[in-house]
Protein backbone atom coordinates (compact mmCIF):
# COMPACT_ATOMS: atom_id res chain seq x y z
CA UNK A 1 0.00 0.00 0.00
CA UNK A 2 1.53 3.71 -1.10
CA UNK A 3 1.50 6.47 1.11
CA UNK A 4 -0.84 8.34 -1.06
CA UNK A 5 -3.66 5.51 -0.89
CA UNK A 6 -3.32 5.76 2.73
CA UNK A 7 -4.05 9.31 2.96
CA UNK A 8 -6.66 9.13 0.21
CA UNK A 9 -8.56 6.36 2.26
CA UNK A 10 -7.75 8.43 5.86
CA UNK A 11 -9.44 11.34 3.33
CA UNK A 12 -12.79 9.38 2.53
CA UNK A 13 -12.88 8.14 6.46
CA UNK A 14 -13.06 11.98 7.14
CA UNK A 15 -10.01 11.41 9.23
CA UNK A 16 -8.51 15.03 7.18
CA UNK A 17 -6.53 16.14 10.40
CA UNK A 18 -4.66 12.62 10.27
CA UNK A 19 -4.17 12.38 6.81
CA UNK A 20 -2.37 16.17 7.45
CA UNK A 21 -0.58 15.27 9.81
CA UNK A 22 0.21 12.04 8.30
CA UNK A 23 1.54 14.00 5.91
CA UNK A 24 3.71 15.81 7.49
CA UNK A 25 5.50 13.10 9.44
CA UNK A 26 6.74 11.81 5.80
CA UNK A 27 8.00 15.09 5.07
CA UNK A 28 9.73 15.60 8.19
CA UNK A 29 12.98 13.60 8.65
CA UNK A 30 12.59 13.49 12.42
CA UNK A 31 9.37 11.53 12.43
CA UNK A 32 11.82 8.57 11.46
CA UNK A 33 13.25 8.46 14.25
CA UNK A 34 10.07 7.89 16.30
CA UNK A 35 8.92 4.80 17.10
CA UNK A 36 5.76 3.64 14.98
CA UNK A 37 3.32 3.55 18.20
CA UNK A 38 4.66 7.34 19.21
CA UNK A 39 3.78 8.57 15.76
CA UNK A 40 0.46 6.67 15.31
CA UNK A 41 -0.28 8.48 18.83
CA UNK A 42 0.16 11.82 17.65
CA UNK A 43 -1.76 11.16 14.51
CA UNK A 44 -4.81 10.47 16.70
CA UNK A 45 -4.31 12.65 19.30
CA UNK A 46 -4.15 15.51 16.51
CA UNK A 47 -7.49 13.94 14.94
CA UNK A 48 -9.24 13.60 18.39
CA UNK A 49 -8.18 17.36 18.88
CA UNK A 50 -9.21 18.61 15.70
CA UNK A 51 -12.72 16.87 16.09
CA UNK A 52 -12.87 18.38 20.00
CA UNK A 53 -11.63 21.86 17.97
CA UNK A 54 -14.04 21.81 15.69
CA UNK A 55 -17.12 20.05 17.47
CA UNK A 56 -16.93 23.67 19.78
CA UNK A 57 -16.90 25.95 17.16
CA UNK A 58 -19.66 24.28 15.79
CA UNK A 59 -21.44 24.25 19.08
CA UNK A 60 -20.76 28.26 19.34
CA UNK A 61 -21.84 29.26 16.18
CA UNK A 62 -25.34 27.19 16.29
CA UNK A 63 -25.93 29.33 19.98
CA UNK A 64 -26.11 32.42 18.49
CA UNK A 65 -23.64 34.48 20.45
CA UNK A 66 -24.20 38.04 19.59
CA UNK A 67 -20.33 37.82 19.79
CA UNK A 68 -18.92 34.24 18.82
CA UNK A 69 -15.36 35.75 19.08
CA UNK A 70 -15.17 36.79 22.46
CA UNK A 71 -12.55 35.64 24.68
CA UNK A 72 -11.95 35.45 28.27
CA UNK A 73 -8.24 36.33 27.75
CA UNK A 74 -9.28 39.39 25.77
CA UNK A 75 -11.21 41.28 28.31
CA UNK A 76 -9.64 44.82 29.07
CA UNK A 77 -8.88 44.87 33.29
CA UNK A 78 -7.72 48.50 33.59
CA UNK A 79 -8.54 50.34 36.88
CA UNK A 80 -11.10 52.22 35.25
CA UNK A 81 -13.66 49.47 34.44
CA UNK A 82 -13.69 48.32 38.06
CA UNK A 83 -13.43 44.36 36.77
CA UNK A 84 -12.38 41.61 39.80
CA UNK A 85 -10.23 39.46 37.33
CA UNK A 86 -9.97 36.68 40.11
CA UNK A 87 -14.05 36.57 39.86
CA UNK A 88 -14.13 36.33 35.98
CA UNK A 89 -11.21 33.58 36.16
CA UNK A 90 -13.64 31.59 39.01
CA UNK A 91 -16.80 31.97 36.96
CA UNK A 92 -14.74 31.38 33.41
CA UNK A 93 -14.57 27.47 35.03
CA UNK A 94 -18.09 27.41 35.07
CA UNK A 95 -18.40 26.05 38.50
CA UNK A 96 -21.78 28.17 39.44
CA UNK A 97 -23.09 25.92 36.76
CA UNK A 98 -22.55 22.66 38.16
CA UNK A 99 -23.94 24.13 41.55
CA UNK A 100 -27.02 24.93 40.17
CA UNK A 101 -26.53 28.92 40.68
CA UNK A 102 -27.44 32.13 38.92
CA UNK A 103 -25.04 34.37 37.67
CA UNK A 104 -26.06 37.81 36.59
CA UNK A 105 -24.33 40.92 35.15
CA UNK A 106 -25.01 44.38 35.57
CA UNK A 107 -23.88 47.67 34.38
CA UNK A 108 -24.36 50.63 32.60
CA UNK A 109 -25.05 50.76 28.86
CA UNK A 110 -21.91 49.82 26.36
CA UNK A 111 -19.74 48.83 29.21
CA UNK A 112 -19.20 45.56 27.70
CA UNK A 113 -21.97 42.88 29.55
CA UNK A 114 -22.91 41.39 25.97
CA UNK A 115 -19.13 40.28 25.59
CA UNK A 116 -18.58 39.47 29.57
CA UNK A 117 -21.38 36.77 29.03
CA UNK A 118 -20.24 35.53 25.28
CA UNK A 119 -16.76 35.17 26.33
Do not use: W
Not at 76 to 83: A, D, P, V
Amino acid sequence: MTNQSTIDKLIEMRLTAMADAFRNQLDDPKCREIPFEDQFGMLVDIEYSSRKNNRLKRLIKNAGFDQPEANIMDINYTSGRKLNKELIRRLATCEYISEHRNLFITGATGCGKTYMACA
